[in-house]
């Protein structure tokens, strides 16, 4: 794949994860009865927040300050959101539907976050490292705006799924095999892992004292 469509593919992942994080931000708003600007401030920020820290990182001006793709794109999410009544849905429909928005800007931000460390030149720390703030950043901006705690401190596979996604595309850059087959499946993939890992109450080995009640 040359650099030209691999840049046009990573664009419209970005779009993908821009949707579902303004669409997660739009339900966590609405679930905790924020005023129209409140809901439009934590949708934004979960759609923008880790992109603006990556980019910060890697001491680029965030692509927002001068393109209005993601403000457009945001922006028609929440009308469209609204429109469809998507509010009322009934408590059980509405957690599926936000852990699944969530789910899908988790892997898309990770693979774009993960493909600037790429442009860069850094090394697969570096790459693991923009995929993994790309992903989670927005997130926790809107968990802690509205006094949540953050996924990444409590749900285990959130952040693991993230570093996995990421590393994969290192992976298959050093391999020169990234294409649209390889993304799709890395997408598929990482989406899958994060599904099964939520619903399954997978988690991580947990360090604890012994007879520890606290």
Known sequence: MDIASRLNLMEWIS?????????????????????????LIVALLTGIGGGIMRDVLVHRVPLVFYDYTNVVIISITLLISWLAGLHKLESQTFYRAFIAADSLGLIAFSITGAQVGL???????????LG????????????????????????????????????????????????YLSLQLLFAIGLA?????????MTLPKIGVSGDKE
Do not use: C
């Open 193 to 201: 892992i994060r599904l099964i890992g939520h619903w399954g109450d």
């Open 15 to 39: 779009a993908i994860g821009t949707v579902a994080f303004a669409f997660s931000g739009y339900l966590v708003g609405v679930k905790k009865r924020l005023d129209l600007l409140g809901i």
């Open 132 to 179: 993994f703030i790309t992903a989670v950043g927005g997130g926790v901006v809107r968990d802690m705006m509205v006094n949540d705690i953050p996924f990444i401190l409590h749900e285990d596979f959130y952040g693991t799924v993230s570093i996995l996604v990421a590393g994969g595309l290192y992976v298959l850059d050093q391999l020169v095999y990234v294409n």
């Open 119 to 129: 442009m860069y030149d850094l090394n697969a720390f570096g790459v693991v490292l």
